[in-house]
């Protein structure tokens, strides 16, 4: 059974860093796109940021390019995101994710849509907050 497993939130100021670790089990992703998804109270699920399965591309929207740098560790099955000078629109759930079938080609729009992606986990909080 796939499981993806996030790790690495938690309450810090802005400005502030914070790393967030997504653990997978049950098979490999190693030739996967992976990703990771933000949500805020009240507002819908938005693309934070995706890795190609070579490692060789990573995708950023505006709001965190610069700030945010995704990275993954195949041997060790794990996926991270880097968030460095939150803010407090950062604040939300961190979801990582991943596609269902291994060495996926697609266009830079498709890696930010919700539906190129077939696992998810359940979520880390990130507060942003004095």
């Known amino acids: 059974q796939v499981q993806f497993v996030e790790s690495g939130g938690g309450l810090v100021q802005p400005g502030g860093s914070l790393r967030l670790s997504c653990a997978a089990s049950?098979?490999?992703?190693?030739?996967?796109?992976m990703g990771w998804f933000r949500q805020a109270p009240g507002k819908e699920r938005e693309f934070v940021g995706a890795?190609?399965?070579?490692?060789?591309?990573?995708y950023y929207p505006d709001a965190v390019k610069g700030r945010f740098t995704i990275s993954r560790d195949n041997a060790k099955s794990t996926l991270f995101l880097q968030m460095d000078s939150l803010k407090p629109e950062d604040t939300g759930v961190y979801y990582c994710a991943a596609d269902r079938d291994p060495r996926r080609t697609y266009t830079i729009w498709d890696y930010a849509r919700q539906g190129t992606y077939y696992y998810w986990g359940q979520g880390t909080q990130v507060t942003v907050s004095s």
């Open positions: 049950g098979r490999t992703f190693s030739e996967n796109v």
């Open positions: 890795i190609g399965w070579g490692a060789k591309y990573e």
